[in-house]
Nanobody, 122 residues
Framework: QVQLVESGGGLVQAGASLRLSCAASGRTFYTYVMGWFRQCPGKEREFVGYISRSGGTNYADSVKGRFTISRDNAKNTVYLQMNSLKPEDTAVYYC????????????????WGQGTQVTVSS
């Protein structure tokens, strides 16, 4: 069982930056692909990006160039640096272990965090 704890969310104005953290329990963090997702009320969970075991990254078009995912295996932590935030980035942000896509837009993961709220005001 892996526990994930997200932190760093908050209320910011448009154009600001935030850095989210996701701390994982256990000793095998370095073997995981780590993903970030977000969800607005009444909407499906949306892919934000992921970082591979070797540090390669992939992002949704909506955040490409503004968001950066990194990881610190010594701290069992993955980060989501969010710059130039927009009101449409408002959501609960989740991290996940080994995310995998199924269907056209659905995702599953081995483990999920509890989420952290990000609110961007205009």
């Amino acid at each position: 069982q892996v526990q994930l704890v997200e932190s760093g969310g908050g209320l910011v104005q448009a154009g600001a930056s935030l850095r989210l953290s996701c701390a994982a329990s256990g000793r095998t963090f370095y073997t995981y692909v780590m993903g970030w997702f977000r969800q607005c009320p009444g909407k499906e969970r949306e892919f934000v990006g992921y970082i591979s075991r070797s540090g390669g990254t992939n992002y949704a078009d909506s955040v490409k160039g503004r968001f950066t995912i990194s990881r610190d295996n010594a701290k069992n932590t993955v980060y989501l640096q969010m710059n130039s935030l927009k009101p449409e980035d408002t959501a609960v942000y989740y991290c996940a272990v080994n995310p995998a896509k199924y269907g056209s837009s659905s995702w599953r993961g081995d483990y999920w965090g509890q989420g952290t709220q990000v609110t961007v005001s205009s």
